[in-house]
């Protein structure tokens, strides 16, 4: 019997003991004539869980734990006296031999493995029965535990609410959990990466070229400053050019001149914007902008070296795709100025746009940049449209015509080969993905401490 | 402060006729409309921006849920496949089926058909149609039979007529053949439901989202069964129960920051923890679920807060001032009242997650698979990885597919967002 029919059947077992449970507690009340303290419902649950969670987690340290203790009874077996001593053989042959058992395999490559498979089976046969056994004793004695203190007076209720919390809790954990996840993975690695190449050539050494260093770790070709440039042409530069005016604009017009019903319809077209996923966007972007760009470079501008693969490109549609973050950003900040402030400037005379310009912006400045540095924050961890878009070629340029990379791009570069895990290459996309979750922390930090101070100062 | 008053006292009334003043009134008056102009025309712009996005899409796209066919004139009888009908209501089918010779009786058929140059108008894969027709109808094996069969990449391109033309002498004698053989009615162009039933292929005109569809579903299924308990519990116990102390800043920093994570970091915790410490098997539905449920729950999280907030206090202490517990008050108040919202927030981040694709990139899904994933932990691709793999193909006949599956997932986005619009506006409250 599998693990997963076993699990189905406790659950099972759960919702019948619910039911019992119930209609025990039910018919209990009119019987002594005093007030049950909870509902037959809670006595329901408090037997149910009992019933479940023991069983449950046993099942789980159970399946962990089975494996190991089958091996080392088949180890235990005369059949496997003939084994090589050598820890790597042998853990092949078992290996092969626990599919033969299983059936996953059907012929074996070494014949070593086809004598181990009567005592495998026998094995995981005897360690199977004990399992189910085990599981179905636990469920049924801590069931009937349960199940004989349903009584009147049972406070069942506060009980099973105690569960109910112990849950809510951990699942609020999961997200500390994961953010210990992603700290401790990229530090780990990080760190390894560092024993091997020199944190300040990483840092600050201006050549990179991991690809070429097969089997030595050249500590010259693992200078990141290409990279970290290239990002900042591309998501800092080129986007918040195109994203900040088109946003900005967007904003002020939807809010302070378009009649409510275009602001009605705009407003949404802008934010699908946000929502193409940005395999579309970098397909986009790869296929029709780019070769326009480069063409348009060679034909009007005449510059000859232009790459089909050009910053300007990917920064051009990741710009596009910024707008609606921007444009929701300053909408938020313009509409925190106070009205008399606008009232006043009105008042005195001034254009719609001269407030505007004079009074709306000026006061909103701090929200908006803080919407500005989450953009920018948002374009620099961005990665499909600068895979699909940009180059792979690590050039110090400042010419937007040019191939430059990013930081996410050379991460995956690095990680969808055919490499070993150990590699200086893979541990470098793990440092790489260290100082971009740095970057774009900081940012955030930063940008909602600007966005925080600057509502306070209108409330 | 006197000598203020005074001065402006003593300034003449200002003469708004005067011909400086309405220069500068009409100047300023100016600049007005012109700001007025340039918002608007950011606006038309960004949207300018959607529509030729999703015009260029659209327009290249739907060819590729057509496939131009050729008629194939098979005579089964006469073949080397020496199969009886009756052999194939055996067990062992799929094994005949699998030693016949289907690719070399494809190849005599057309050359049969169209002469030696008749290899070159069969797609590389029709025999697998030859196989699928007698596996779904064995009496063919004896008779002579015309089935219409995928064409290859060339006839598919001088399909389009005019507009290939004059680029190569080969593609030139491609449409004068075709107008040949479309007058004989030899060819057509029908629309096809291959793209939506196959899987992967390396011939454009074989493959089909099938695969990578059933992956999204697996993959969406393992992130929606993991985000949406835990997101839900932990707003829940964020807005409603959680003490004020160090624990609970510390949950709400974690939640915020991993909103702001970039998708990629996500990968690389994939690929660190579920593939190199928990040995998940690469290229899974299951690890790409975890992935992207990791990475939805803080959205799920954050809108299922604003939704419990908005659900006024009166009601909760009108449930606890009857005698209602607080899991009480939870169960059969806040939760039913703030489900919509809750709902809306999750369906957005469901479409955010399958809209992605760097994660699962490092995680390994972007492996050619040809067969559906069958299960949790086959190895599959998703929609997203797909359009990323043919983009990345040479063969210009992946153009037409590329762009097709980008209309599918975003036919897929526009109905979850739609649902979600539409949730929002039957169910919100205001209070």
């Known amino acids: ?459 | 402060m006197n000598t203020a008053i005074a001065s402006s006292t003593a300034r003449q009334p200002t003469d708004w006729n005067a011909g400086p003043m309405q220069r500068r009134i009409r100047a300023r008056y100016r600049a007005e409309k012109r700001f007025r102009f340039y918002g608007l025309f950011a606006v038309l712009l960004s949207a300018g921006f959607l529509a030729f996005l999703l015009v260029t899409m659209v327009s290249s796209g739907a060819r590729g849920f057509t496939q131009t066919q050729i008629a194939l004139p098979v005579n089964f009888a006469g073949s080397d496949i020496f199969l009886e009908p009756s052999q194939l209501e055996g067990e062992d089918r799929d094994q005949l089926l699998a030693q016949a010779d289907f690719q070399g009786l494809a190849q005599q058929s057309a050359i049969a058909a169209y002469g030696e140059e008749g290899l070159d108008l069969l797609s590389n894969g029709a025999w697998v149609l030859l196989r699928d027709a007698i596996s779904a109808d064995p009496t063919l094996l004896t008779r002579n039979e015309t089935l219409w069969v995928p064409a290859s990449t060339e006839v598919d391109f001088a399909a389009r007529g005019d507009s290939g033309a004059g680029q190569s002498e080969e593609r030139d004698a491609m449409i004068v053949r075709y107008a040949e053989l479309d007058a004989a009615d030899q060819v057509r162009r029908t629309l096809s439901w291959n793209f939506l039933t196959l899987a992967d292929s390396s011939d454009p005109t074989l493959v089909g989202i099938w695969g990578a569809l059933k992956g999204s579903l697996l993959t969406m299924t393992i992130t929606l069964l993991l985000a949406f308990p835990i997101g839900v519990l932990t707003a829940v116990y964020l807005e409603e129960y959680a003490p004020e102390n160090r624990w609970t800043d510390i949950i709400e920093v974690s939640i915020n920051n991993l909103a702001a994570v970039p998708s990629i970091i996500f990968g690389l915790l994939g690929l660190a923890v579920f593939i190199n410490v928990f040995y998940l098997p690469r290229s899974a539905a299951i690890v790409g679920g975890l992935t992207l449920a990791l990475m939805t729950m803080p959205v799920i999280v954050i809108a299922g807060r604003n939704a419990i907030k908005s659900v006024p206090p009166s009601i909760r202490d009108a449930a606890l001032g009857i005698g209602a517990s607080p899991v009480q008050v939870l169960t059969h108040h806040v939760l039913p009242l703030s489900l919509p919202g809750i709902l809306t927030g999750t369906i957005i981040g469901m479409s955010r997650a399958l809209g992605e694709t760097a994660p699962l990139l490092l995680i390994g899904m972007r492996a050619f698979v040809a067969t559906p994933p069958s299960g949790f932990t086959d190895p599959a691709t998703v929609l997203p990885v797909q359009i990323f793999l043919w983009s990345d193909e040479l063969d210009p006949g992946f153009v037409e597919k590329t762009s097709a599956a980008i209309i599918v997932l975003l036919l897929f986005l526009l109905a979850m967002n739609g649902i979600a619009i539409w949730l929002r506006n039957k169910y919100e409250q205001r209070w």
């Open chain 1, 1 to 459: 019997m599998s693990i997963f029919s076993l699990t189905i059947m406790v659950i099972g077992f759960a919702i019948i003991a619910w039911f019992t449970a119930r209609m025990r507690a039910a018919r209990l009340r009119p019987v002594t004539g005093e007030r049950a303290h909870s509902l037959p419902g809670y006595h329901g649950w408090y037997v149910a869980l009992w019933l479940a969670i023991p069983a449950l987690l046993f099942l789980t340290i159970w399946s962990i734990v089975m494996p190991g203790v089958v091996e080392q009874s088949v180890l235990l077996d005369p059949a496997a006296q003939a084994l090589p001593a050598s820890d790597i053989e042998r853990s092949a042959i078992m290996g092969e031999a626990r599919a033969l058992a299983d059936g996953s395999l059907t012929a074996a490559f070494n014949e070593e493995a086809e004598a181990l498979v009567p005592a495998y089976q026998e094995a995981s046969r005897f360690y199977g029965v004990i399992g189910i056994v085990a599981t179905l004793l636990l469920a049924f004695s801590c069931g009937a535990y349960a199940f004989l203190r349903v009584r009147p007076d049972f406070r069942a209720r506060n009980r099973v609410e105690r569960v109910v919390m112990w849950v809510l809790l951990i699942a609020s954990l999961i997200a500390i959990l994961t953010t210990i996840g992603i700290v401790a993975s990229l530090l780990f690695e990080t760190i390894r990466f560092f024993e091997r190449i020199s944190i300040l050539e990483f840092i600050f050494g201006t050549h990179w070229n991991p690809q070429s260093t097969t089997f030595s770790d050249d500590p010259g070709s693992f200078g990141a400053i290409p990279l970290f440039w290239g990002t900042i042409l591309i998501g800092a530069i080129i986007a918040m050019i195109v994203a900040i005016p088109l946003g900005l604009m967007s904003a002020v017009y939807l809010t302070q001149y378009a009649p409510a019903k275009v602001r009605s319809i705009m407003k949404p077209v802008l934010e699908i914007l946000a929502g193409v996923p940005t395999v579309v966007y970098g397909y986009f972007a790869a296929l029709t902008v780019a070769p326009a760009i480069r063409d348009f470079a060679v034909n009007v501008i005449g510059v000859s070296n232009a790459s089909s693969e050009s910053a300007l490109a990917a920064g051009v549609v990741m710009g596009v795709m910024i707008i609606p973050f921007v444009s929701s950003m300053a909408d938020d900040s313009l509409a925190a100025v106070p009205g008399a402030m606008r009232d006043g400037s009105l008042a005195m005379g001034a254009t719609n746009s001269e407030t505007i310009k004079r009074v709306l912006i000026p006061a909103a400045l701090p929200g908006i940049v803080g919407g500005v540095l989450l953009a920018v924050s948002r374009a620099i961890g961005e990665t499909m449209i600068v895979v699909m878009a940009a180059g792979l070629a690590a050039n110090l340029t400042a010419n937007p015509f040019e191939s430059v990379t990013t930081v996410t791009v050379q991460i995956v570069q690095l990680l969808t080969g055919d490499q070993e895990f150990d590699s200086s290459k893979t541990l470098a996309a793990f440092a790489l993905g260290l100082v971009l979750f740095i970057v774009t922390l900081l940012l955030n930090i930063i940008a909602l401490g600007v966005v925080k101070r600057f509502r306070e100062a209108y409330e």
